[in-house]
């Protein structure tokens, strides 16, 4: 599936699920502090964020290094632009923040 979509698309739905994941790994530190003080129950919110959280972090596990960083700082960190002159090329970087993406995308089944 992952060459049916186009390079935006399959960026889109990083973002997308970069969102998600925030928003559920934040629920869930509210949620466990919680629990800690009122002793709750483990709800199906609370259950479908954990695996929002487990399959996000999964897939990044399973890039190697380099696909890692890229996905983690141009997404999750969101750093500030330019951060990878430092370390490549403009032209190598974009050639491999595509294949980053591509691989994030295959590891996530989507």
């Known amino acids: 599936m992952n060459k049916l979509l186009k ?3 399959q960026e889109g739905i990083i973002r997308y699920l970069t969102q ?8 869930l530190k509210l949620h466990r502090h919680l629990m800690k ?3 709750l129950e483990a709800s ?3 259950q479908c964020d954990e695996l929002t ?8 596990e399973a890039l190697p290094e ?3 960083e890229i996905i983690v700082r141009e997404f999750l960190d969101e750093s500030a632009d330019g951060w990878f002159y430092n370390y490549y090329t403009k032209s190598t970087f ?6 980053a993406i591509h ?3 295959d590891c996530l089944n989507v």
């Open 37 to 39: 003080e009122r002793k």
């Open 7 to 9: 390079n935006r698309e």
């Open 20 to 27: 998600c994941y925030r928003k559920s790994s934040q629920r």
């Open 66 to 68: 380099m696909y890692r």
């Open 44 to 46: 199906e919110e609370q």
């Open 94 to 99: 974009y050639r491999l923040r595509q294949r």
């Open 103 to 105: 691989e994030f995308i």
């Open 53 to 60: 959280v487990a399959l996000y972090e999964s897939a990044l």
